[in-house]
């Protein structure tokens, strides 16, 4: 599957500088870097082609997170409810 990311920068230097760090930060994750769009400021685009098994792990693991939250939220709730 291929997913786009906005790389964003106002100069086509801070874009670049942009496109490395992101080239690497998802690189660790497993994504495989295809092209790169320059469309100017805030359209430009990194294309990666990235496995369903690694999207799927990263949604599981933000609805976790967002379960934790929404917990954390209902314990404090209570709490000041029952003080």
Do not use: H, P
């Not at 599957?1 to 496109?19: A, D, P, T």
């Not at 994504?31 to 430009?44: T, V």
């Not at 690694?54 to 709490?79: D, P, Q, R, S």
């Amino acid at each position: 599957m291929k997913k786009q990311i906005v790389v964003g920068g106002f100069s086509k230097e801070q874009r670049e500088k942009e496109l490395e760090k992101i080239k690497k930060k998802y690189s660790k994750k497993g994504y495989k870097f295809l092209n790169y769009l320059e469309n100017g400021a805030l359209k430009s685009v990194a294309v990666f082609e990235v496995d369903e098994a690694i999207i799927k792990k990263e949604k599981a693991t933000n609805l976790i997170l967002l379960g934790i939250f929404f917990m954390a939220v209902a314990a404090i709730m209570y709490y000041k409810a029952s003080v």
